[in-house]
């Protein structure tokens, strides 16, 4: 479909374009393998020589067409599905990285992607730099080094609510000869599109407000197809020289600007294997159709609760960036002024105790180690997502040990409010 037409046509119909006859709803092609008439179809298939089917762990049509939707979405050329939002985190450095490089990346992101980056990656010889989103240009230009090979960010972090400056990093990050690789997957590409702001690689954990449903895990990479790849040719090998494991090709000459996405399908796919299945991306496309309707929902409902809370005397502080007296309520607006996410991060009188006793009292908000779904939930990081993480790790990575992440759904707000009432009381 066009990408020219609208975000809201787009969560309906792009993707998937039905032929005479065919299904209107996008089906579930749950095989595993494909069909061929003859051994060298199926041969030029292997070397990448034609476009195709034979195999899900690298292709799959129903994948296909889910992820199509979302590179339409964010305004890119490619994405390709994957198992998890944290698998596809480790595959957007890992197409561009390997043992002995290193890449930036701002210290305010879920915790479980700062322990993928910080400890496990540098098991496989990738270390990183992590540096406050609040750096000047010049402190996170100091953080590069020559063998530095990308900068990673969240647009919004989970939990701490962070608004990257993607503008500010994009430049840092292209005056060194890399790309900037931003997670939008709380505003989702309905609230913000970072490849505008000169972001080069958008990952999302689709698990969130994408399925909205809290049903399918999954993840995604999209590709914008902007970075020059060649012209940076010394710092990418894995991309600008004959990769020996498909005959010699070069992926920039053969592919031109799909060259990044198509390595992380026909390289890292096929090796790693860490798919989505497409039981997993039907459901994914099922709650793309109301994305659009979804987040306003979410942003308003959320910026009542968070003018509720802060004007409260129980509650000690509350970081939402739709409040006016929040530090990044400016770069919120400049980035997306429709409204951001529905999460909010708040913190109550008598720190961390009275937070847990607080949760324990909730009767329609669930405690839940999930956000960014349908319903009302809540978690205390401290205690569940980040509960590895040291005080001082914890500090770094913006999450405050009294921190309640409170993750605002769909249902009437009144009611929600209600609840956080008779808990606060309680």
């Not at 762990?57 to 944290?86: C, F, H, W």
């Not at 992607?113 to 230009?141: Q, R, Y």
């Not at 609230?191 to 995604?220: L, Q």
């Not at 198509?262 to 099922?286: H, V, W, Y």
Request: hydrophobic share 40%.
């Amino acid at each position: 479909m066009d990408n020219r037409f609208s975000p809201e046509t787009l969560c309906v119909q792009g993707g998937w374009t039905p032929k005479n006859g065919e299904p209107r709803v996008l089906p579930i092609y749950q095989s595993t393998t494909f069909k061929y008439d003859s051994s060298e179809s199926m041969a030029k298939l292997f070397d990448l020589e034609e476009s195709g089917y034979f195999y899900t762990r690298l292709q799959n049509p129903t994948n296909d067409a889910v992820a199509a939707k979302i590179a339409a979405l964010e305004g890119g050329i490619g994405a390709m599905l994957t198992s998890s939002g944290q698998a596809a985190n480790f595959y957007a450095i890992f197409n561009i990285c390997e043992a002995g490089d290193h890449f930036v990346c701002s210290s305010a992101i879920y915790g479980g992607t700062f322990n993928l980056f910080g400890v496990t990656m540098k098991k496989f010889g990738i270390d990183v730099t992590f540096i406050s989103p609040d750096a000047s240009e010049e402190e996170l230009s100091a953080a590069f080094r020559p063998n530095t090979k990308a900068m990673f960010g969240e647009t919004i972090s989970n939990p701490s609510l962070e608004v990257l400056d993607i503008e500010k990093f994009a430049r840092v990050a292209h005056a060194h000869g890399v790309p900037l690789i931003v997670d939008n997957t709380f505003p989702t590409p309905i609230n913000c599109r970072p490849f505008e702001w000169g972001a080069d690689i958008v990952v999302h954990s689709t698990t969130k407000y994408m399925d909205g449903h809290a049903t399918a895990v999954g993840g995604v990479i999209v590709d914008s197809g902007n970075f020059d790849w060649e012209a940076n040719a010394e710092k990418f090998p894995g991309l600008c020289t004959p990769d020996e494991s498909y005959h010699g090709l070069t992926y920039t000459k053969a592919f031109g600007k799909m060259a990044y996405i198509t390595k992380a399908t026909a390289q890292l796919m096929r090796d790693l294997g860490s798919i989505q299945s497409p039981q997993n991306a039907f459901l994914l496309n099922l709650g793309l159709e109301t994305l659009h309707l979804r987040m306003p929902r979410h942003c308003s409902n959320a910026q009542t609760v968070a003018e509720h809370l802060q004007a409260n005397d129980k509650v000690a502080w509350v970081n939402y960036c739709g409040l006016t007296g929040n530090k990044y309520h400016a770069l919120a607006q400049k980035y997306m002024p429709h409204g951001s996410c529905g999460v909010i991060s708040f913190g109550l009188k008598g720190g961390r105790d009275v937070a847990i006793r607080f949760m324990d009292h909730l009767k329609l908000i669930a405690i839940v180690t999930h956000v960014a779904d349908a319903r009302t939930c809540v978690l205390h990081p401290a205690s569940h997502t980040h509960r590895q993480l040291s005080d001082e790790q914890l500090i770094e990575a913006g999450v405050r040990p009294d921190l309640i992440r409170l993750s605002v759904g769909i249902e009437n707000v009144e009611d929600i409010i209600a609840d956080i009432n008779q808990a606060l009381l309680a």
